[in-house]
């Protein structure tokens, strides 16, 4: 078979490790890609957003399955081009129509799902740039931290928790006025939520679905969860404190409930969905959902996955999920990510990254790279991904940490501290 996959980012360079192990796999392309992912297949230079482009490149090339990684091009459509189009409408597309990627697109239509399908999550309410006395008032109802919620995409970055009731009504009327661009025109105030959190994947087709494994990720720039929120900085699976029974009452309360509810709303799915968990007084309930797999959780689920990762996607478009059976491996698995100096603020690209070649024992995924004059060079905030296999999270990450420390780039940051809290 050949096979698209989108994006850029340590998420597909850990899907594309996994599809290059099938026997399946014919030729395997890339839209971006980066320098790890040129090592699996062929990079071609096309924006993710381009459904024009990437249709032709498909029907070019001769592709029998695309595999849509990031959400963006899943909430601007991309599935509902390739079925409108007469040429591509047989092609199968992992990742939602737009209708279904609105679960990640806008955080109001996702707490009205759960609301409506009674799914436990935060009590919330929602309101437009008219509403800030109304949004004042009701935050006032609730204890502090205050947690302000961009409605739309908004890069990872559109969540503030905020302690005091004046910033946060500051904050407030920046995001009305624009902060987060249109994603912030409608903005959802939460309750905060004190618990811990984790990461569930499941893949569905629509009526079955497949629970992958959990993952917990790191989102804080400094040690011991302290500083400004990331893209994520490191990974854990599996995550010590998801036991069988905690586990069932997340299928039994929040997957089921959500499968169904998407076919109850008459909302196609044939993709990820990313369950974003808090556990409060022994209880799972949902912060948020994504219509994709999790960055950098992949980069510490994908190796856990033995199975055939081809099986899995061709079983989703055939509708055959109920029959699949998903093989694990038992073993611990710790990402640490290698940041630029600067990040998530300021920093500079094209530093070039050395001594990749000396890595034993971890694999090193490319998040933000490109290969440029036979140079590996940064091209990101989050540049690598440098996952572990161990018998406990101490021992795999001293793996991980140990080879984070070989790799060399001006600027490389990291947290010496995943899994702390575990």
Do not use: C
């Not at 392309?29 to 249709?55: C, S, W």
């Not at 109920?322 to 100096?341: A, F, H, I």
């Amino acid at each position: 078979m050949n096979i698209l996959l989108i994006g850029s980012g340590g998420r597909e360079h850990a899907i594309a490790w996994k599809l290059k192990q099938s026997p399946k796999i014919n030729n395997l392309f890339i839209v971006p890609g980066n320098a790890g992912t040129k090592e699996l297949g062929v990079n071609v230079d096309i924006n993710i957003n381009d459904f024009e482009n990437i249709g032709k490149l498909v029907l070019q090339e001769n592709i029998h399955m695309v595999i849509v990684g990031p959400e963006e091009p899943l909430v601007n459509g991309i599935h509902d081009y390739f079925l409108s189009n007469n040429s591509l409408s047989k092609i199968p597309v992992i990742g939602p129509a737009a209708k279904g990627a609105m679960l990640e697109g806008s955080k109001d239509f996702a707490k009205q799902f759960m609301v409506r399908h009674n799914i436990p999550t935060a009590k919330y309410k929602s309101f437009s740039g008219n509403e800030l006395n109304g949004a004042i008032e009701f935050m006032k109802t609730l204890k502090p931290p205050y947690v302000l919620k961009a409605d739309g995409l908004a890069a990872g970055k559109g969540v503030l928790i905020l302690d005091d009731l004046a910033e946060a009504s500051r904050e407030l009327e920046l995001m009305f006025g624009g902060k987060f661009g249109k994603a912030s025109a409608t903005v959802v105030i939460e309750e905060f939520l004190k618990g811990i959190e984790l990461s569930v994947f499941v893949i569905s087709d629509g009526n079955s679905y497949v629970i992958l494994p959990e993952a917990k990720d790191y989102k804080r720039i400094g040690e011991g969860d302290t500083g400004l929120n990331t893209g994520g900085m490191g990974a854990v699976s599996p995550v010590p404190f998801a036991d069988a029974s905690f586990m069932q009452t997340v299928e039994d309360k929040i997957i089921k409930p959500t499968v169904e509810g998407l076919k109850k709303d008459n909302i196609p799915y044939k993709g990820f969905i990313f369950f974003g968990l808090i556990k409060v007084d022994g209880k799972p309930i949902v912060i948020e959902y994504n219509v994709r797999l999790g960055d950098p959780e992949t980069e510490a689920v994908i190796p856990r996955i033995k199975s055939d990762l081809l099986d899995l996607f061709e079983a989703t478009t055939n509708g055959k999920l109920n029959e699949y059976k998903l093989e694990t491996d038992n073993r611990t698995v710790t990402t640490v990510m290698l940041v630029s100096g600067g990040y998530p603020e300021t920093y500079t690209n094209g530093k070039e990254i050395k001594s990749l070649n000396n890595i034993r024992d971890s694999i090193v995924f490319h998040a933000g790279t490109k290969f440029v004059e036979n140079k590996v060079l940064t091209n990101g905030g989050r540049v690598l991904a440098v996952s572990s296999y161990g018998n406990s999270i101490p021992d795999a990450l001293a793996i991980s940490k140990k080879n984070a420390e070989i790799i060399e780039f001006e600027g490389k940051y990291y947290r010496k501290d995943i899994g702390f809290d575990l």
